[in-house]
């Protein structure tokens, strides 16, 4: 089977394209020959080095695939059977999905949702059940559309992209933010209404500031988070799922404690089956089809490692599908 296979020596990481015996495959239940994989943030991470994400070489990169179920133990699953996975550490610590076959735990898996299909569900990803774990977030915390705007940061990538298009379905009102003017018609299409540049955002905030977002879903972190929960109204949600723009965060309890908001953390990697498989269906039900073509662009494995490049780099939009057969 081929797969790319990440090696790391002094310290630098490399990524190429080769084949690997399917002896080597780690210990599992179910064997899967993998159809369609995806690149996300973190993949991009772990395929070029630029963060530490990979500690065990040589690593099989990829967070989430789909394909069919190839040989199986675990008898929920069986030989023919249409499966995805995202998450569990797979890709990170565990051989992942870019590659035409992998083996992994039972637990790890979902039934392919009823609805999907493999490319349609890597279109989705990890980024799309995230971005949809926040959508969900925003509703149980009691924000409904009328309510005011919905704020979602790093619109033009995966999650950002999601969250715009489900928010939009469900009828919410949404200011997208972006980094890039080029990115401005694309996320009118997903069904933005406002759009703000990263400066209005990414900038020191007061502890509390001009009430304007009902809810927010931010992949930024760090100063932009600190601004958007200055700016939430009172009872607002903050479902923050990322770090594109650091890690840190730099708060204070104004917010919480005057405003009665509540920041939501979203981690899409150990989210429970029965909450995985409920994020899944509400995905089905609410993306629009439109979103399936506007959203996804297609590479092959070969074109994995420079696409992971320019991900970081800013300079794609929208979901990475990876077509591994
Ligand atoms: P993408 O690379 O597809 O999108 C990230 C977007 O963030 C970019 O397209 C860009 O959008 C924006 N961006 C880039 N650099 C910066 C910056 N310095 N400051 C602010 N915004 C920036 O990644 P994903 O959508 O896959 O992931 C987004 C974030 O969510 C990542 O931090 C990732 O680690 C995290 N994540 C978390 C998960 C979880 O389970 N918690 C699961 C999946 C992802 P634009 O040009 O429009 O501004």
Known sequence: MQALVLEQSEGRTTAIVRPLSPDALPAGEVTVDIDWSSLNYKDALAITGKGKIVRKFPMVPGIDF??????????????????????WGVGENHWGGLAEQARVKGDWLVPMPEGLDGRKAMIVGTAGLTAMLCVMAIEEGGVLPGQGDILVTGASGGVGSTAVALLSALGYRVTAVSGRASTHDYLRQLGATEILSRADVDKETRPLEKQRWAGAVDTAGDRTLASILAQTNYGGVVAACGLAGGFGLNTTVMPFILRNIRLQGIDSVNTPFARRTDAWRRVVKTLPAAFYQQAAREITLHEAAESAAKLLNNGLTGRTLVKIR
């Not at 199986?72 to 998450?87: A, M, N, Y």
């Open 66 to 87: 789909a394909g069919r179920v190839h040989h199986s133990e675990d008898p929920r699953f069986h030989t023919g059977q249409d499966v995805l996975l995202t998450g």
